[in-house]
Nanobody, 123 residues
Framework: QVQLVESGGGLVQAGASLRLTCAAS????????VGWFRQAPGKEREFVAA????????YYADSVKGRFTISRDNAKNTVYLQMNSLKPEDAAVYYC????????????????WGKGTLVTVSS
């Protein structure tokens, strides 16, 4: 089993940057693809980004491509989401989750979920 804890959310102005952290504990974290997802009030949860177990491949939603970067440090059991040029429409609760693979992540098919961290972007 894997436990995930997100941190790094907060209130920022449009155009600012934030770095989210997903800290994992438990077995074999380094064998999982990890994804970031977000859910805004009144909207469905959506895929944001994913990174394969080795970190060799990354995937992004079109809405964040070029602004967000996902990375991981398996020695620290941690995955990061660097968010630049934030927009008001990026405001949401952000979740990290482990997935069986990248395709699964893109459809929200995850094994373990964190509880989320809130990102608020003022215009």
């Amino acid at each position: 089993q894997v436990q995930l804890v997100e941190s790094g959310g907060g209130l920022v102005q449009a155009g600012a940057s934030l770095r989210l952290t997903c800290a994992a504990s438990g077995r074999a974290f380094e064998t999982y693809t990890v994804g970031w997802f977000r859910q805004a009030p009144g909207k469905e949860r959506e895929f944001v980004a994913a990174i394969t177990s080795s970190g060799g491949s990354t995937y992004y939603a079109d809405s964040v491509k070029g602004r967000f970067t996902i990375s991981r440090d398996n020695a620290k059991n941690t995955v990061y989401l660097q968010m630049n040029s934030l927009k008001p429409e990026d405001a949401a609760v952000y979740y990290c989750a482990t997935c069986p693979g990248a395709a699964a992540c893109r459809t929200g098919n995850a094994n373990y979920w964190g509880k989320g961290t809130l990102v608020t972007v003022s215009s």
